[in-house]
């Protein structure tokens, strides 16, 4: 089976995010791009083609062609309603990743945003805790993205 890369562009959008966070690296997965913090995985971006790879076919619920990124939230653990609609879709391998299509619709700022969330889910206490700082407004207050109306239970 002929793997499909992940599209220049998908990963232009997605690596400078990724690799702003702190102590975050780059490296290739055993299908597509995941992107790391120590050993943790807060964002992995691969395509679907022809039902390859099985396991994201399936969470999928279909063969493809179709590039998704998993990534990780608090919220699903708590909610069993989150990210159950498009373009989002829930893997079952842990309870707390979630799958994104990634297509011409992307809102790559609702991205960027949840991209964060999973780095803070996954980060040591330290290294969120720098995000958390660098997110601060001049006067102090927060400035992490808000969840969008797509990512709050309808």
């Not at 299908?31 to 995985?41: E, K, L």
């Not at 805790?129 to 001049?138: H, K, S």
Request: hydrophobic share 45%; proline share 10%; aromatic share 10%.
């Amino acid at each position: 089976m002929k793997r499909t890369e992940v599209p220049p562009e998908i990963l232009a959008r997605l690596r400078p995010v990724c690799l702003a966070l702190p102590q975050a690296r780059e490296e290739a997965a055993w299908v597509g791009t995941r992107w790391r913090i120590r050993q943790q995985t807060f964002a992995h971006v691969l395509c679907v083609a022809s039902g390859w790879p099985p396991a994201y076919a399936q969470a999928l619920g279909a063969d493809g062609p179709a590039c998704v990124l998993t990534f990780r939230s608090p919220l699903p653990a708590f909610d069993a309603f989150a990210y159950t609609w498009a373009p989002f879709f829930r893997p079952v391998w842990f309870p707390d990743i979630v799958g994104m299509t990634l297509d011409k619709d992307t809102d790559w700022d609702e991205v960027a945003g949840l991209l964060r969330a999973s780095y803070r889910h996954l980060a040591p206490k330290k290294l969120a805790a720098r995000l958390d700082a660098a997110d601060r407004d001049d006067d102090g207050s927060a400035a992490a993205p808000a969840p969008s109306a797509r990512t709050t239970r309808r």
